[in-house]
C-alpha cells in the first residue's frame, strides 16, 4: 500500500490546531479534577435532548456520506479496511488518519461550532474540551467505523477476486 505523502489542507490543520486549542482552554479555564469527568460526562449525556439535538443525526448522516464515498473508493482501490489499517498497520496508519481528518473536518469544524453555541442558549459557559469531544463522538468516529464497514460489504459482495486485505 502506498503512503499518501500530500500535506493537509488549510481546513484541516485549523481543525487540529482548534483542537490543540480546545484541550489548553479547558484545562486552563476548568482544571482536570474527578468533578470535571463527573461534569463531563453529565454534559455529554445532557446534549441529547433540549436545543439543537438535531445535530445528533445531522453530524452522522454527513460523517456517512462522506464514510460511504470513501468505502466504495477502499473497495474499488482494493484497500485494506480503513480502522484494520489504522489499527494493524504502523507504517500507513499516519496517512490514514490524514485522510480521515481531511475527509471529516468540515464536518467536525460544524460540529465544533456548533456544540459552542449549544454551551452557550443551554449551559451558559463554554467547556472547550467538551466541544471537540461531541466533534469526535458525532464526525470522526462514525466515518472511522462506517468506511470500513462499507469497503468489507462491497468487497464481500463482489467476491473473494475483489479483496486484498
Request: glycine fraction near 6%; aromatic fraction near 8%; charge should be positive.
Amino acid at each position: 500500500m502506498e503512503t499518501d505523502t500530500r500535506e493537509l489542507s488549510y481546513l484541516a490543520k485549523l481543525v487540529i490546531a482548534l483542537a490543540f486549542g480546545l484541550v489548553v482552554a479547558e484545562l486552563l479555564w476548568h482544571g482536570v479534577a474527578t468533578l470535571t469527568i463527573e461534569r463531563l460526562w453529565r454534559n455529554l449525556l445532557g446534549r441529547t435532548s433540549g436545543p439543537m439535538e438535531f445535530r445528533f443525526a445531522l453530524q452522522p448522516a454527513m460523517a456517512a456520506i462522506v464514510a460511504i464515498k470513501d468505502g466504495l473508493a477502499d473497495a474499488r482501490t482494493a484497500d485494506s479496511p480503513f480502522l484494520q489499517t489504522i489499527v494493524t498497520s504502523p507504517h500507513a496508519r499516519r496517512a490514514k488518519l490524514s485522510e480521515g481528518l481531511e475527509a471529516t473536518a468540515r464536518i467536525m469544524l460544524l460540529g465544533i461550532v456548533m456544540d459552542v453555541v449549544y454551551q452557550i442558549l443551554a449551559l451558559d459557559t463554554f467547556y472547550p474540551l467538551e466541544a471537540l469531544l461531541i466533534a469526535l463522538l458525532l464526525a470522526f468516529i462514525p466515518y472511522c467505523i462506517l468506511r470500513g464497514l462499507v469497503s468489507r460489504a462491497v468487497c464481500r459482495w463482489r467476491g473473494p477476486a475483489a479483496r486484498r486485505g
